[in-house]
């Protein structure tokens, strides 16, 4: 299989707890974005990486939540001090980075966070 | 004020019939995409078809066609000989200004469709 994955793909943590979510692009996808999405909401920007750098990050994204992608592979998305307002599923998705308008962005299957 | 809206939260459709997913879109940017996605259940988007701002014809792949109408501002989804597999979520993203090179993708809040047998 050679789509995004993600890991893990369930992820249940107390309030106060940190967790770190990993994603694996499809190779030789040079950019790398992080998108939340709450019920019956659609997706929500996070962030994003073109190789290892952190180009763009959205106000969602609270001093508790930081992305890495630190060899242009892998990325991580940590958050610290979760809150039950955390709960939601965390998507990957990945494009090739092509200059064009039909960059179109692939998805993983998710990571579904609850926090009690 | 929203720049994706899909007005109808749900939709029926019997098997083998044609069904429409709306979407209009508000952008002042004169160069976009226009994606649509599926999400079954099991939580993955899958791409479905994609229209350029400037693309002369419609998008077509397969089952799914994109109805663009760009002086009113919509890019319904046309999915033909509906199959029982085709329910779920579908949602329709704009990604605005990538000369400025902003990737990011905007959602609709999504139809959901059954397909009925």
């Known amino acids: 299989d050679t789509g995004v994955s993600q890991n893990p793909r369930h992820k249940i943590t107390k309030r106060g707890q940190n967790v770190t979510f990993r994603c694996d692009p499809i190779?030789?996808?040079?950019?790398l974005y992080w998108y939340r999405q709450t019920l019956g909401q659609g997706p929500e920007f996070l962030t994003y990486?073109?190789?290892?750098?952190?180009?763009?990050k959205s106000r969602l994204l609270s001093d508790r939540f930081s992305a890495e992608r630190p060899k242009g592979s892998f990325s991580t998305l940590e958050i610290q001090r979760t809150e039950q307002g955390d709960s939601a599923m965390y998507l990957c998705?990945?494009?090739?980075?092509?200059?064009?308008?039909?960059?179109?962005?692939?998805f993983g299957p998710g990571t579904r966070l609850t926090v009690l | 004020a929203q720049k994706i809206t899909q007005t109808q939260p749900g939709m029926f459709v019997q098997e083998k019939e044609a069904v429409t997913l709306d979407c209009t879109y508000d952008?002042?940017?004169?160069?976009?995409?226009l994606f649509w996605y599926k999400q079954p259940s099991s939580g993955e988007m899958i791409f479905l078809i994609y229209?350029?701002?400037?693309?002369?014809q419609n998008a077509t792949e397969g089952r799914y066609s994109l109805n663009f109408q760009k002086a009113r501002k919509s890019a319904n989804l046309v999915i033909s000989a509906s199959q029982l597999g085709d329910s779920a979520m579908y949602f329709c993203?704009?990604?605005?200004?990538?000369?400025?090179?902003?990737?990011?993708?905007?959602f609709g809040s999504g139809t959901r469709l059954l397909v009925r047998p």
């Open positions: 990486f073109q190789n290892e750098a952190q180009l763009e």
């Open positions: 993203a704009m990604r605005e200004a990538w000369m400025d090179s902003s990737y990011k993708l905007i």
């Open positions: 229209q350029g701002s400037y693309d002369q």
């Open positions: 952008t002042s940017d004169p160069s976009y995409g």
């Open positions: 998705a990945s494009s090739l980075g092509a200059e064009s308008s039909t960059d179109t962005q692939y």
């Open positions: 190779s030789e996808h040079n950019r």
